[in-house]
Antibody, heavy 122, light 110 residues
Framework: EVQLVESGGGLVQPGRSLRLSCAAS????????MHWVRQAPGKGLEWVSG????????DYADSVKGRFTISRDNAKNSLYLQLNSLRAEDTALYYC???????????????WGQGTMVTVSS | QSALTQPRSVSGSPGQSVTISCTGN?????????VSWYQQHPGKAPKFMIY???KRPSGVPHRFSGSKSGNTASLTISGLQADDEADYYC??????????FGGGTRLTVL
């Protein structure tokens, strides 16, 4: 079964850091680009960051650029998101999502995890 | 990276058709044929419904179809069913290895 399982969320104070993980199974992880998408409570989806299969190309939404860092470990079938300098507006459910296309990303997300909740509050 | 514009809500009766629009600009929707659509039921993860503007993944009913004209993409759902009631989001490649979602549309089946 193709599956993505996120972990690492929690309650954190403003200005602190958190590291999210996404464990992949059921597909050849190192062939696909991967992405993080978030959803604030009661709000819509927001693309956060993406990384190619070989980590050669990475980018971020303007709202998190300079504070968040995406990475992957293909040997461990895992995707990560390091969240630094957290703000209240970063409070959201963070999903990891698989790109549909082998190799070059298509920016369409066919497999989603169930998400991990990040709450930024003092 | 401004969010794509979607109507906040649409509605239709069972058996009818509804269309949800998604408006961007020449840097996203109008510039690439990489528009996708997602269905999200309350408390659930999004479900992949349409990609490359018009293509349906396996398992998605033919009642769901996508199209694009200029800077506006559309999702049409025909033969509305009760289970179609959900939030729908469009998404477009926006260049420079970034992506942008629409604000979402709540579909109500009357």
């Amino acid at each position: 079964e193709v599956q993505l399982v996120e972990s690492g969320g929690g309650l954190v104070q403003p200005g602190r850091s958190l590291r999210l993980s996404c464990a992949a199974s059921g597909f050849t992880f190192d062939e696909y680009a991967m992405h993080w998408v978030r959803q604030a409570p009661g709000k819509g989806l927001e693309w956060v960051s993406g990384i190619t299969w070989n980590s050669n190309t990475i980018d971020y939404a303007d709202s998190v650029k300079g504070r968040f860092t995406i990475s992957r470990d293909n040997a461990k079938n895992s995707l990560y998101l390091q969240l630094n300098s957290l703000r209240a507006e970063d409070t959201a459910l963070y999903y990891c999502a698989k790109d549909i296309w082998v190799g070059t990303p298509r920016f369409a997300f066919d497999i989603w995890g169930q998400g991990t909740m990040v709450t930024v509050s003092s | 990276q401004s969010a794509l514009t979607q109507p906040r809500s649409v509605s239709g009766s069972p058996g009818q058709s509804v269309t949800i629009s998604c408006t961007g600009n020449s840097s996203d929707v109008g510039g690439y044929n990489y528009v996708s659509w997602y269905q999200q039921h309350p408390g659930k993860a999004p479900k992949f419904m349409i990609y490359d503007v018009t293509k349906r993944p396996s398992g998605v009913p033919h009642r769901f179809s996508g199209s694009k004209s200029g800077n506006t993409a559309s999702l049409t759902i025909s033969g509305l069913q009760a289970d179609d009631e959900a939030d729908y989001y469009c998404c477009s490649y926006a260049g420079s290895y970034t992506s942008v979602f629409g604000g979402g549309t709540r579909l109500t089946v009357l």
